[in-house]
């Protein structure tokens, strides 16, 4: 199975009861992180007695949002079925240091084979969901959605998005293929924001469309042509206001380019219906953790 054939069975690769990648998906992704990190064999392991068993605890060493407990346990999983995980805290629950979030057993060798890569997963995607959960709580009591965009860690992307929705969160489109961003460049290409627009509609009947704006003056143009969503690029908070009393509810505003943590407030304040971030998958610190053999 290829990444690529698994999401183009499906437009929306989540599950849609829990939220999260199909558990297929999750067994490739992780065999192809063993791959990487194993290749032929964990030669230190195999220092080990092969029959030997062993328990182990995960714990945090900060506060965080938990978020990858899926691809950790695909992780284990893969290596070696036999190995038991037993969660103390859930994906998209507070943490808080010192606490344990698993105990694992099982045989030691896949234990100490499977950890680092394990880790990776668990602290990357949290980190990911603390950073979205402190977006989302900067704009709490404002009538505003706080969106990830396409800026992911290649490979990651929908176990990124995944984390995103973990923190409070929403998920902008997944990739290419399920939405239609017209960006600067798309209007260069296409002549104008009304040719594009115009293109878009007939070839992808029913696809939600998105087009990029950079004026106050492209802002009526777009909504002239019929612009269900407009991206407004880079506008200051007071450009914001004027746009959202411009467009008087005839099409949703998204708010992008440069908003962080300390100017999020002031942007959701605007009015605008969405505010996309970048940094919530771009700039990525992982969580601290640690995992002990006891």
Not at 154 to 166: D, E, I, N, T
Not at 235 to 246: E, G, I, K, N, Y
Not at 249 to 265: K, M, N, P, V, Y
Request: aromatic share 4%; with cysteine; net charge negative.
């Amino acid at each position: 199975m290829s990444y690529a054939s698994t999401v183009s069975q499906s437009q929306n690769p989540f599950d849609p009861i829990r939220d999260r990648p199909d558990p297929a998906l999750i067994e490739f992704q992780a065999r192809a992180a063993l791959a990487e990190d194993v290749g032929e064999g964990d030669l230190t392991a195999s220092l080990l007695p092969a029959d030997r068993l062993a328990r182990a605890e995960l714990i945090t060493r900060e506060s965080a949002v938990l978020c990858g407990a899926p691809w950790f346990e695909a992780i284990f999983r893969v290596l070696d079925p036999e190995i038991r995980i037993q969660w103390d805290a859930d994906d998209g629950e507070p943490i808080t240091p010192g606490q344990r979030l698993c105990v694992l057993d099982g045989p030691v060798r896949a234990l100490l084979t499977g950890e680092r890569t394990a880790m990776n997963y668990l602290q990357t995607l949290s980190g990911t969901a603390t950073l979205t959960r402190r977006y989302v709580e900067a704009v709490a009591g404002l009538p505003v959605r706080v969106l990830d965009t396409r800026k992911t860690l290649p490979g990651l992307r929908l176990q990124q998005k995944y984390a995103v929705r973990c923190g409070g969160g929403h998920n902008h489109r997944i990739g290419l293929f399920d939405a239609i961003l017209i960006k600067e460049n798309h209007i260069l290409a296409a002549g104008s924001i009304q040719a594009a627009l115009e293109a878009a509609r007939p070839l992808h009947p029913g696809v939600p469309v998105e087009i990029e704006v950079e004026s106050l003056d492209e802002l009526e143009i777009a909504l002239d042509a019929g612009a269900p969503v407009v991206l407004l690029d880079n506008f200051a908070p007071d450009a914001l206001r004027r746009a959202v009393a411009v467009t008087a509810g005839r099409a949703q505003l998204e708010a992008s380019g440069g908003i962080d943590l300390e100017t999020i407030r002031a942007v959701a304040e605007t009015g605008v219906d969405r505010i996309s971030v970048g940094a919530l998958t771009k700039d990525v610190r992982a969580v601290d953790l640690s995992m002990r053999v006891l």
